[in-house]
């Protein structure tokens, strides 16, 4: 299992970087946005901090929040070594995967770069980009998998 999640983690970084290579070209070209459909646009948004922009900051606040998120991956390939199903492998892969790609940013660029900005009729979603999608996916699976299948000591082994 512990190869599965990597190989997730891996394609995850991949993507992540290069789509984030690409749209950062892209957005200096395009400064004011780009709107794809009615409800979904290009933009390029800088995030200092984490989630939504909270606890942004300076230059002391990065290298916190590339330590913290250095310290989650860790914590995420240990539970990764003792993972003992796909889905708990896939989803720990996913969020190993979204977090080190978002280390790099911070440490390349001070900041994350994320692109996607979705306004839905009822509200405007934060931007977010490859990565934080993994993120949120991999949560979601280890969650359906905590509720759904398999007892605890079926998950990871002890």
Known sequence: ???????????????????????????????????????????????????FGMFAGGGTTRWILVGVSGVISIVVVAMLKKATNKLLAVGLGLVLGGAIGNIFDRINYGAVADFFDFDLIFMRWPAFNIADMAIVCGVGL???????????SDKIAS
């Not at 280890?142 to 605890?152: A, I, N, R, Y």
Request: hydrophobic share 60%.
């Open 1 to 51: 299992m512990f190869r599965l999640g990597i190989i997730v983690a891996l394609l995850i970084i991949a993507a992540d970087q290069v789509s984030k290579m690409y749209l950062i070209d892209l957005m200096a070209a395009n400064p004011h946005g780009i709107e794809v459909t009615s409800f979904f646009n290009l933009v390029m948004v800088w995030n200092h901090g984490v989630s």
């Open 142 to 152: 280890m969650l359906l998998e905590s509720l759904f299948w398999g007892k605890k």
